[in-house]
């Protein structure tokens, strides 16, 4: 029997954004195209620049297609340290995934809880707007982005270098944000037991898993756990990203106000 291929992601790497167009190296056209654009302005709010983007997905098949689109937002030292570097988010209603990423899990698989107030496995109550400390650990968790509002956000801040960061979407494009935590748990290669990183996900679906999975999962939190794309459809999403020099995180992100 012929495995089912996992869902489509597409990728933004690091936290300091390089914009890629995406380019066909083949003969052949994939079924379902991507590509980026970039739009930038100057500092807003007086303090922050921002970056924005726009991005658009076309399905060119004769049949409709599930897409689990999600950016990948990844941090890593320096600037991410488990014991300092804060994260705030615009999320409520959240779960722990049943499967571990890594093979050091600290929180209770499968359980569901309110951000940021998260379940572990031996009875605590750690608190998600930090990085689990302790090495070796793994996680990873899903949540809704907050529906009293029309844009989502995540923010990371380090009190190191007094840089905050984050991005800011439209929850109607990407309703869930989950988040990976790798801290010395993988040993084998290129993990070598020493990477310390944390995933901010923000997407369409909840958890990185098979297409088959993801539609047999169908909705999560009373939420759909992925998004439909027509045949010869187009799907069209935005975000941006600020950066600024801080002494406190900031609590919230907004959507920029562009002319």
């Known amino acids: 029997m012929r495995s089912v291929p996992a869902a489509p992601r597409f990728f933004d790497l690091a936290y300091r954004p390089v914009w890629l167009r995406a380019t066909i190296l083949t003969s052949l056209i994939p079924p379902v195209l991507m590509t980026l654009t970039k739009r930038s302005s100057g500092p807003f709010n007086g303090t922050a620049s ?4 726009a991005k658009w997905c076309r ?9 689990a689109w999600t950016q990948h937002v990844t941090l890593s030292p320096p600037f991410l340290d488990p014991a300092t570097t804060q994260f705030r988010a615009s999320k409520t209603r959240s779960v722990v995934s049943q499967a571990d990423p890594g093979f050091n899990a600290y929180l209770t698989p499968g359980r569901e809880f309110s951000w940021p107030i998260a379940p572990r496995r031996d009875g605590g109550e750690p608190d998600l707007r930090q990085m689990h400390k302790t090495a070796p650990a793994s996680g990873y968790t899903a949540h ?10 995540f923010v990371a801040f380090t009190p190191r270098f007094r840089q905050a ?10 309703p869930w944000l989950g988040i ?39 909705r999560l939190l009373n939420a759909d ?3 439909w794309i027509a045949s010869r459809a187009r799907l069209d999403a935005e975000y941006w ?4 020099v801080t ?10 106000k562009v002319s």
């Open 50 to 53: 921002t970056s924005g983007s």
């Open 59 to 67: 399905n060119l098949s004769a049949m409709d297609r599930p897409l």
């Open 144 to 153: 809704l982005a907050d529906p009293q509002r029309d844009h989502a956000y």
């Open 165 to 174: 960061f984050g991005y800011v979407w439209k929850r109607a494009d990407f």
């Open 180 to 218: 990976w935590e790798e801290n010395c748990s993988r040993q084998a290669s290129p993990w070598d037991g020493k990477t310390i990183t944390r995933g901010m996900e923000f997407g369409v679906s909840p958890f990185p898993e098979t297409r088959r999975e993801m539609v047999d999962r169908n």
């Open 225 to 227: 756990a992925y998004k």
């Open 241 to 244: 990203i600020s950066s600024q």
């Open 247 to 256: 002494d406190v995180i900031p609590e919230s992100l907004t959507w920029p």
